[in-house]
């Protein structure tokens, strides 16, 4: 029977960039993905790319750095490779009435007048404001970018099927069972965001779980309405090139309920149009809900677990797109067994199981 180098449990952003890295440095490697590839949290995500957040917990920012710092390449050979554009913009994000200062040295206050000629659609400019270096990406465009960079790179893909299973044997990891089949491997990794925890847990504890974000999608008709990332108190407004803002979002502990309200979408509209009033005669294109994957101590899951060849690489929660590519590269030289170049100790499987 086919056997490969790695078998990667989870088709999002995070298991579709780790596969890319580990086959770069040449393994053969399966992804195993539940449903459709890149279609649950990558397909829900507003895309931006808040390193300078302070709200990030204080362990995460140097992790977080590192990957807005590898950001550009990553995206570069993404689209080289897939042919695709991901709508990688780095106008910056303008906070308004924030009650931190960025923990970005380079934060720039931002006065009411400043604060209209960066955005004049803006309603009354008198908040408190300032602009942050961030960016923005369109995360299903990455994500569709990443898959067919997959498959041009001879990555293949498996759908359609939960994993029930890690597979055993003299105390080692040797592949995957799911609800059909099995596929024998060196090396696993599970990337199965909210849906980890149902993994093996008997083999290792994943404590990851599902926090439901409602999203929507405006079009507007003209494309230059606004150009930076806006974060308010009530509601983010993140702006696509093609003219569509997306407007998010909230944090509901929903199980795998991913079922919008009305009252709420409508609640986040309104929202939006009070920032920008030319956004009330907008329509609504779509709106939805995604599944967060958290964790009891909202850090990401990352390296190796109790099990020899058995890996994880989970629980992003609010910021997988931005760790995609930083979670490849470091959980790359992991399996590789490589020398580490950011300490992540923090984010060890094992420390659940010490807890």
Known sequence: MKSWDVVIIGGGIIGL???????????????VERGEPGREASHAAA????????????????LAGASARLYPEFVHDL????????????EGAIILDCDQQSICK??????????????????????RAELWPEGSVDPRALTTAA?????HRGIEIAMGAPVVEIEKVSGRATGVKTIKTHFPAAAVINCAGAWAGDVSPQVEAVPTRPVKGQMLCLVTPRRNVLRHVIRAPEVYLVPRSDGRILVGTTLEEAGFD??????????????????????????????????RPGTPDNLPILGA??????????????DGILLSAVTAKVMGEVVRGAALQVDLTAFSPGRFARA
């Open 47 to 62: 895309g931006m790319l808040a390193f300078c957040d302070p709200h990030l917990p204080p362990k995460l920012r140097q």
């Open 258 to 291: 991913k079922r919008t309200d009305a009252d709420t979408i409508q609640r986040m509209y309104q929202a939006a149009a009070n920032l920008i009033p030319s956004l009330g005669e907008a329509r609504m294109l779509e709106a939805w809900a995604g599944l």
């Open 147 to 151: 898959l067919k960079a997959a498959k």
């Open 79 to 90: 689209e080289d490779e897939s042919g695709g554009k991901v709508d990688l913009r780095w």
């Open 106 to 127: 380079n934060a720039m206050p931002l006065d009411s007048a400043r604060l209209a000629e960066l955005e004049p659609s803006l309603a009354a400019a008198n908040y």
């Open 305 to 318: 677990t109790s099990l020899p060849g058995y890996f994880v690489a989970t629980g992003h929660f609010r």
């Open 17 to 31: 960039s780790l596969a890319l890295e580990l086959r770069k440095h040449g393994s053969s490697v399966l992804v």
